[in-house]
């Protein structure tokens, strides 16, 4: 694999992405600012995939865990 990418269907969230050899996952919110978290896991990207909830699964499993910056645009 390399880059995984969803639309979401959220009222927060727009766009997740998730490279895996990078562990870089990549979130676009509606509002136009976008989240770069460093060091995500596999384990932890897949969580967010498959979840039901997208933003509850980044929430709970992304924020606060791994290193985040904002993309400047």
Known sequence: MAVVSKNVFSSHIDRVSYDDIKRVMTVTYQ??????????????AKEVFSAESVGKAIHKEI??????SYLEG
Not at 31 to 44: C, L
Not at 63 to 68: A, D, N, T, W
Request: aromatic share 10%.
């Open 31 to 44: 509002n136009g600012k976008t989240s770069v978290y460093a060091g995500v896991t596999p384990d932890a």
């Open 63 to 68: 924020r606060g865990q791994f290193e985040h």
